[in-house]
């Protein structure tokens, strides 16, 4: 029997039977990622400063762990740190790494508990030293686990790791691994940053602005997105729920028809393919 996914009667459902219904659907993404924005604004109309906000998002950051945990997710990836955050006062930026090796350090045990596994993805080597060891430290903390891959982007940007695949198969063209007729879009892939995580099926952005800002722009090709107008703070595991129920309802086609396609013309319509019809047919009046 066909699961419901009704919003209005998805509205009326407590968590737990939304955890329930999502299960029994099946289905499931395999990788989400989000786009944590908003933590500024939230901040702002509290008369807060910017990083109370930041601190703020850390409980949306544990809440979406433990929803996707239990949802059976493979892979989160949280749009930490992007290449345009390096462009923010010196002040924040410090306080935003410091907040790193903070969290990291505090979360570690509990992420443990939940089986998380932790990835990081971007140019690692230009985190500051407290952070890429507090950061080294914790991946290598939760290594034996085998539950969800929380995996960070950190000094992260799309088209930096589109120039860094392009390099490292520049390499391997130069060296006589591979000549050009050979290359396949899985050559170009190996050189990513996270080259063993699938793509995302399903990308979700926080506080309502529409567009990707450098993120993931090889792997989002085929990926549902979701624009949710809540700020990253506020956003809840029933938001997380919720928007996750939204995927379930499309229809991921990749360019192909689900529907039966004619394999024959229809007999004696000959005219099917006379392309002065098509332009009679298909002509816009005034």
């Keep these: 029997m066909a699961v419901e996914l009704d919003p209005e009667k998805l509205a009326t459902l407590s968590d737990d039977q939304l955890y329930q219904l999502l299960k029994e659907h099946g289905n499931l993404p395999r990788h989400v990622a989000i786009i944590m924005d908003g933590n500024g604004r939230w901040a702002k109309r509290r008369f807060l400063p910017r990083l109370a906000g930041h601190r703020a998002g850390r409980h949306s950051v544990r ?17 930490t740190f992007s290449q345009e955050n390096f462009n923010r006062p010196e002040a924040e930026v410090k306080a935003l790494w410091h907040f790193l090796h903070e969290t990291l350090s505090s979360e570690r045990e509990d992420l443990h508990r939940q089986n998380v596994v932790l990835r990081a993805t971007g140019a690692l080597d230009q985190l500051p030293g407290k952070a890429r060891d507090t950061l080294q430290q914790s991946i290598e903390s939760l290594s034996g686990n085998s539950g969800l891959i929380l995996n960070l982007a950190l000094a992260y940007g799309g088209r930096q790791e589109i120039l860094h695949a392009s390099l490292a198969l520049a390499e391997r063209l130069s060296s006589g691994e591979l000549s050009p007729d050979q290359v396949t879009e899985a050559d170009f892939a190996r050189g990513l940053y996270s080259p063993e995580l699938p793509d ?18 090889w792997q989002l090709a085929y990926s549902e997105i979701l624009i949710t107008p809540v700020l990253w703070p506020d956003f809840s ?12 309802t499309r229809e991921r086609r990749f360019g192909k028809l689900t529907e039966p396609v004619p394999t024959s013309l229809p007999a004696g319509d000959e005219s099917f393919l006379d392309p002065k019809r098509w332009i009679r047919l298909l002509k816009v009046r005034p």
Excluded: H, Q, W
Aim: proline share 2%; aromatic share 8%.
């Design 237 to 248: 595991e029933r938001d997380l729920l919720l928007s996750v129920a939204d995927y379930l």
């Design 63 to 79: 809440r979406c762990v433990r929803a996707c945990g239990k949802l059976g997710v493979e892979v989160l990836t949280l749009y």
């Design 200 to 217: 995302p099926d399903f990308m979700i952005r926080t506080s309502g602005e529409g567009r990707l800002s450098n993120f993931l722009l």
